[in-house]
Nanobody, 130 residues
Framework: QSQLVESGGGSVQPGGSLRLSCLVPGLSSETYATGWFRQAPGEERQGVSY????????YSVDSVKGRFTLFRDITLNTVYLQMTSLKPEDTAKYYC???????????????????????WGRGTQVTVSS
């Protein structure tokens, strides 16, 4: 399994902010959709936000809309998740993943495609607590 590398996790108080980064080798090829996922203890992994290979199609789960922003810098092969107004329920291990699609495709992979991808990071812990 190809490893992506996440960083930027930590512990913050409610209302705080964090920026997660994920190094995605090959992102500059503009053929990979990338996404952020999270998993809290005892819960299933949840998709948080995804971006298509061409960068035009972005999805975010309702619970983070208006608070989390996914963006990327393909020149640095890096995808970011800017998280603001953090809540205790955002506490989880956050993972990034990539799915190979087509050059500059606007396609967002389905859940099964993310799950079966060979491109996952090992995760970074985010803890929101007072």
């Amino acid at each position: 399994q190809s490893q992506l590398v996440e960083s930027g996790g930590g512990s913050v108080q409610p209302g705080g902010s964090l920026r997660l980064s994920c190094l995605v080798p090959g992102l500059s090829s503009e053929t990979y959709a990338t996404g952020w996922f999270r998993q809290a203890p005892g819960e299933e992994r949840q998709g948080v936000s995804y971006i298509s290979a061409d960068g035009t199609n972005i999805y975010s789960v309702d619970s983070v809309k208006g608070r989390f922003t996914l963006f990327r810098d393909i020149t640095l092969n890096t995808v970011y998740l800017q998280m603001t107004s953090l809540k205790p329920e955002d506490t989880a291990k956050y993972y990034c993943a990539a799915v190979r699609t087509h050059f500059r495709s606007s396609y967002l992979p389905l859940n099964d495609e993310w799950a079966s991808s060979d491109y996952w990071g090992r995760g970074t812990q985010v803890t929101v607590s007072s």
